[in-house]
């Protein structure tokens, strides 16, 4: 089973921010990709989002859940600390490393954002966008006038 996360970055902070973890797809799309194309606010964690707040997105993709991923990631970063003090002659580095908060999840898996999100927010579903087409003025002009001469044409044969 693969695991899906969301990870952004507004416009009123520089860094990462992981919003959701460990998703399946059905969940991902109800819970981010539907309120985004519509435009309206994302639920997190108690926290309102408004999609016009968002500058980037990045949906992560990986085989294992969020919390061992980030320690496969801790293990691997103690190990390169571990070689730099083994390696170094002169410099001791004296770190915990990373992976140890949620937006680094960013660094794991496979970044699958261009299969559920390819356009802006609140450009709407595909049935949005018909809808929106059918409720054109002149859509409705024209179809009603279509109508019109079919209705007309229909009774004056008769």
Known sequence: MS????TIKTKSSDGWLCIFKDLSASDLK?????PYRLGKPIFYDGNILFPSEITHVKITETESPHEEELEVVQEESYRDVQEFNRTSS?????????GYSDYEINECGKDVTSSYITSGPGVGTPFTVVAEFIRHPWVVRVVGGLVFVAVAAYLGLK
């Open 3 to 6: 695991y899906l996360h969301v």
């Open 30 to 34: 109800r819970s981010l990709v539907k």
């Open 90 to 98: 002169s410099v001791v580095l004296v770190s915990a490393g990373y």
